[in-house]
T-cell receptor
Framework: ETGVTQSPTHLIKTRGQQVTLRCSSQ?????VSWYQQALGQGPQFIFQ???????GRGNFPPRFSGLQFPNYSSELNVNALELDDSALYLC?????????????FGPGTRLTVT | GDSVTQMEGPVTLSEEAFLTINCTYT??????LFWYVQYPGEGLQLLLK?????DKGSNKGFEATYRKETTSFHLEKGSVQVSDSAVYFC????????????FGKGTLLTVNP
């Protein structure tokens, strides 16, 4: 069974640019959630996708957007990057098909905005 | 609003010492509670969970009991090892249908030999 994978591992962007981060969910999982973890902080919920539709959003501006594909993999897009967007971006997959809603996290993408 | 308050770190212990990391939460409804661990340079791993009052989650010698009356979920381990050095996050599923996790700020644990 393959776990959650994310790419790239690290990324450096300039303020104002756009970035796309990718996540492959664990086999059998139909839900993907994205979290932002700033240095020294706990992860903050960005949004969740269930069966290719957004299923809840945290307190993040519209320049944070996402997609989920038919194979349940997902992308996080951030436009007009700001310095404060520098963080570890974590993807988590889960299954809402049963009672076990545990979220399984990937290793994250470290984004640095200069 | 929903929130998690964790014991401030960093926590430094000697090997075989007793560990407690306090966690309290403010949530709507009846949340499921979790402890996650993050080793240096890695993502989050689920350490243990509890889904109803008085449930005790346990794994790898760590334990935490869901205390509804005090809205707490303190993490304990009787004898820590150097390999337990990591950041520990308390979290819960918030209300609503999207099962988003609300996390505390994390507690850095360093165990010295």
């Amino acid at each position: 069974e393959t776990g959650v994978t994310q790419s790239p591992t690290h990324l450096i962007k300039t303020r104002g640019q756009q970035v796309t981060l990718r996540c492959s969910s664990q086999s059998g999982h139909n839900t993907v959630s994205w979290y932002q973890q700033a240095l020294g902080q706990g992860p903050q919920f960005i949004f969740q996708y269930y069966r290719e539709e957004e299923n809840g959003r945290g307190n993040f501006p519209p320049r944070f957007s996402g997609l989920q594909f038919p194979n349940y993999s997902s992308e996080l897009n951030v436009n007009a990057l700001e310095l404060d967007d520098s963080a570890l971006y974590l993807c988590a997959s889960s299954s809402q098909a049963g009672v076990d809603y545990e979220q399984y996290f990937g290793p994250g993408t470290r984004l640095t905005v200069t | 609003g929903d929130s998690v308050t964790q014991m401030e770190g960093p926590v430094t212990l000697s090997e075989e010492a007793f560990l407690t990391i306090n966690c309290t939460y403010t949530a709507t409804g009846y949340p499921s509670l979790f402890w996650y661990v993050q080793y240096p340079g890695e993502g989050l791993q689920l350490l243990l969970k509890a889904t109803k009052a008085d449930d005790k989650g346990s794994n790898k010698g760590f334990e935490a009991t869901y205390r509804k009356e005090t809205t707490s979920f303190h993490l304990e381990k009787g004898s820590v090892q150097v390999s337990d050095s990591a950041v520990y996050f308390c979290a819960f599923f918030s209300g609503g249908s999207n099962y988003k996790l609300t996390f505390g700020k994390g507690t850095l644990l360093t165990v010295n030999p």
